[in-house]
């Protein structure tokens, strides 16, 4: 498995800010993701985050939106734009260790926007 | 389209029953299957996965049974115990994909 930790644990915004939410895998990976929890609901792919490509964005998501960096094999960010409080959720990264088919959750980013 | 989605929204369960979630879903070309257990405030768990080549798969106090035949994917819990407390999610992974797609997620509550 994989110890995946993520910053910061939760916030409390105001709309129209952004917010950066930060994930660290302690191994390296090629495959990063980044998923949606709204509030009692199940999870939803934001986009994939490969490192040395551009993040692949599921339908409903745009980049400018939900901007991604991917900068190295360990790290990876997500930023949530122009906050409103229909953002307010979950949100999850996971990792898909190069040696396993499985995906590996971090601890989540709870996010209220008022 | 794709779904994924589960039979029953809660299972409220004695603590030592045996426990069984059921799952069910739509894609042919899905090729693995994984169950999460979240428990509140944390982020989902990885419990067991299994592969469309296979029917069963144990692991400690857990068994995931996959009928291809139906699209349906269960998991069944031993000896259930107050720690097994949670919402549990399966997800399935088409063939060719890396991308999951989960079900909505079942609260099981153990009550001692």
């Known amino acids: 498995s994989a110890v995946i930790s993520q910053k910061p644990s939760r916030d409390i915004c105001q709309r129209g800010t952004s917010l950066t939410i930060q994930c660290q895998v302690d191994s390296q990976v090629t495959m990063m993701f980044w998923y949606r929890q709204q509030p009692g609901q199940s999870l939803t792919l934001i986009a994939t985050a490969n490192q040395g490509s551009e993040a692949t964005y599921e339908s409903g998501f745009v980049i400018d939106k939900f901007p991604i960096s991917r900068p190295n094999l360990t790290f990876s960010t997500l930023t949530v734009s122009n906050m409103s409080p229909e953002d307010s959720s979950i949100y999850l990264c996971?990792?898909?260790?190069?040696?396993?088919?499985?995906?590996?959750f971090g601890p989540g980013t709870r996010l209220l926007v008022l | 389209g794709e779904s994924v989605g589960l039979h029953l929204p809660t299972l409220s369960v004695q603590e030592g029953d045996n426990s069984i979630i059921n799952c069910a879903y739509s894609?042919?070309?899905?090729?693995?299957f994984i169950w999460y257990k979240q428990e509140s405030g944390k982020g989902p768990q990885f419990i067991i996965d299994?592969?469309?080549?296979?029917d069963k798969r144990q692991g400690q106090r857990v068994t995931v049974l996959l009928n291809k035949t139906v699209k349906h994917l269960s998991l069944q819990i031993a000896a259930t115990q107050p720690g097994d407390s949670a919402v549990y999610f399966c997800?399935?992974?088409?063939?060719?994909?890396?991308?999951?797609?989960f079900g909505k997620g079942m609260k099981l509550t153990v009550n001692p």
């Open positions: 997800a399935e992974r088409q063939g060719g994909s890396e991308k999951l797609v």
């Open positions: 299994i592969r469309s080549n296979m």
């Open positions: 996971s990792v898909r260790l190069d040696s396993d088919r499985t995906q590996y």
């Open positions: 894609n042919s070309a899905s090729d693995y």
